[in-house]
């Protein structure tokens, strides 16, 4: 049982849990082993880790919404038990769980949480994002994990800096208001949107904040754009989130006018799309009625990635996928908008967490991120991933943020995965090496 405890421990070291340091440590033990011990430490690890999906899904929809969470911890368990029987090499193991993490971004049911990575996410080392993304952390902790695991204890100290190092200031020029409306997902998924509650809270907070230049509204705020807005907004443009039968779209409105819309690319799978509908119709059709949903169509995804105007705006879901935040940034976006409904999480800290993972796409981009949340966390986020602003959430309100628009990019933006690769080669040279090197199969 002793792998399924380190699973767990290695749980609490990545948000919204407080004991990032202990990462490599918690590694350190897990560099060797077969099958049986990847399953069990993929068991232990994903439970906690992915915990709020059963309390949500219990919470909104009755004892049948935790189902789901048995097969998704089965399935990721599994993947790491195959990853530890084809990495028999402590080397090989720290390039292939690199790569495992990011097969986990790909495909129509890509699920990319537990990257290792975040372990950092509240060191000032983080800022390495900047130059390889997520899996450069990911790959860093690793690394420093195998050089504990041999006895290279002098390696604490540059694991020390990493957390200790100072971080440059942020200079915001520009101010938003951030509405949070607080409206109950149920209600908002069958359709009672209260417009009101926008519309009463954006004159309130702009009477508190005549500054204000922006205002943004989360995702699905609404059906249309409200009569009236134009006189609470006086000329300001608005950021706000539809709530369409086809796509999950944002739009950018001012004076009368839908300048411009984008559409969610990335769908939660099983939430916006449900894979394999023509096979597991029934399977769905038992659950939708079980939970008290009725029919539930699929979401029609968007397109392509593009900015309205100067804003890169992300919709929930895509917040936690690289890519996304980088194709808007490679596209023109100066600062990044999020637009997310974290009510669906109930009291977990599914919210929490998905915040945090949000966080580090400011890095990597090098960005600010204003993220408007139906009942939070609203907050702006400068682009070496402080949070400088931020209201509490589950209740209704709004916030004046500040940020920057900032072009130029980061290595990462223009780079993209390069540490994936550096994690494919030290695979295959663990691979190689340990054919080669009988003696290498310790190392």
Known sequence: MRPLLLGLLLALTLPPFPFGPLAPLVLAFLLRGGFREGFLMGLGFFSLHLLWLPQSFAENFGPWGAVPFLPLVLVKALSFGLLFALTPTPLSRVGGWV??????????????????????????????????????????????AWGFSAGRWSLLLPWALLWLLPLPEAQPEEMALLVQGNINPLRKFQGELDEAVYLRLTEEGLKAHSEAQLVVW???????????????????????????????????YQEGRVLAHYDKTRLVPFGERFPFREALGGVYAFFFRAM?????????????????????????????????????????????????????????????????????????????????????????????????????????????????????????????????????????????????LPGWRNR
């Open 99 to 144: 790569l495992l993490e990011w097969l986990s971004e790909q495909g129509d049911l890509a699920f990319p949480w537990g990257l290792l990575g975040y372990a950092l996410l509240e060191a000032p080392g983080r800022l390495l994002a900047a130059w390889g993304g997520v899996y450069l952390l990911s790959l860093l902790v690793l690394l420093f």
């Open 218 to 252: 989360p995702e699905t705020a609404v059906w249309r754009i409200p009569e009236g807005v134009d006189g609470v907004l006086e000329g300001r443009p608005l950021l706000t989130g539809l709530n369409l039968f086809g796509p999950n779209r944002a739009v950018l």
């Open 292 to 436: 008290g949903l009725g029919e539930v169509l699929d979401r029609t995804p968007g397109k392509d990635l593009r900015p309205l105007g100067p804003y890169g705006v992300m919709i929930c879901y895509e917040s936690v996928f690289p890519g996304v935040a980088r194709g808007l940034a490679r596209s023109g976006a100066e600062v990044l908008v999020l637009l997310t409904n974290d009510a669906w999480y109930g009291p977990s800290y599914g919210g929490r967490q998905h915040f945090a993972l949000g966080r580090l796409r400011a890095v990597e981009t090098g960005r600010w991120l204003l993220r408007a949340g139906n009942d939070g966390i609203t907050a702006s986020v400068d682009p070496y991933g402080r949070v400088v602003a931020a209201i509490p959430p589950h209740r209704e309100g709004f916030l004046l943020a500040p940020y920057a628009l900032l072009s130029g990019e980061t290595p990462y933006v223009r780079l993209g995965d390069w540490a994936v690769g550096v994690a494919l080669t030290l695979l295959l040279l663990g691979l190689i090496l340990r054919v080669r």
